[in-house]
């Protein structure tokens, strides 16, 4: 089965700064890798994905890049603000599998 | 839109207790189900997932089951809970097909005491 790894498990950024959030996975069938954000107390929420027809997705602040060669999968966050504080997580398909999580800590 | 209900938001029982968790789907058909359990601090784990009503699949051998009556409700019992049944649970559902993503509630806490 697929087997997703995550890195860091925290992350601590002063605001304004750029923050980045790897992922590997290892089935090379998988072809669908969204990134949730997790708040305390919620469940995750979709915050971005990317299929593997696609190299770099943007929306905003937040990008997510693909290297299908290398198996690895990338979140990045730039000018971070302090309400990006929460825990972030990876998956990859085909039944999502996800990575263990990243606690993102934005410092005012 | 689609949105998925979870109740209760919190639960405190007693060891032994027996336990009904429900998650219902509004605004879509036929969707894939799911029960997670996250423990404090720690990342998701599958506990069931569902393609149809009465089609279950268990990811991890334990004294929880789930159920799916109807095509929209994902229901998450045990007869007796332990200690270790305390934790976050979450359900999801995602659209019926390849590469889709989950959606998820808000989630119950459960305290065993």
């Known amino acids: 089965g697929e087997n997703v790894e995550q890195h860091p498990s925290t992350l601590s950024v002063q605001e304004g700064d750029s923050a980045v959030i790897k992922c590997t996975y290892s089935?090379?069938?998988?072809?669908?890798f969204p990134w949730y954000k997790q708040e305390l107390g919620k469940g995750p929420q979709l915050i971005i994905d990317?299929?593997?027809?696609?190299g770099e997705k943007k929306d905003q602040r937040i990008a997510v890049t693909l290297n299908k060669t290398a198996k690895h999968f990338s979140l990045h966050i730039t000018e971070t603000q302090p309400e990006d504080s929460a825990v972030y997580f990876c998956?990859?398909?085909?039944?999502?599998?996800f990575g263990g999580g990243t606690r993102l800590m934005v410092k005012p | 839109s689609q949105t998925i209900h979870q109740w209760p938001a919190t639960l405190v029982q007693p060891v032994g207790s027996p336990l009904s968790l429900e998650c219902t789907v509004e605004?879509?058909?036929?969707?894939?189900l799911y029960w997670y359990r996250q423990a404090a601090g720690r990342g998701l784990q599958l506990l069931f997932y569902?393609?149809?009503?009465?089609?279950i699949s268990s990811e991890v051998p334990q004294n929880l089951s789930a159920s799916r009556p109807q095509d929209r409700q994902f229901i998450l019992s045990s007869k007796k809970l332990l200690l270790s049944d305390s934790g976050f649970y979450l359900c999801?559902?995602?659209?019926?097909?390849?590469?889709?993503?989950?959606?998820f509630g808000d989630g119950t806490r459960l305290s065993i005491l």
């Open positions: 605004g879509t058909s036929n969707p894939n």
């Open positions: 569902s393609v149809g009503i009465g089609q």
């Open positions: 990317i299929r593997s027809n696609v």
């Open positions: 999801a559902w995602s659209a019926a097909l390849p590469g889709q993503p989950q959606h």
């Open positions: 089935d090379s069938a998988s072809n669908y």
């Open positions: 998956a990859a398909s085909r039944v999502l599998t």
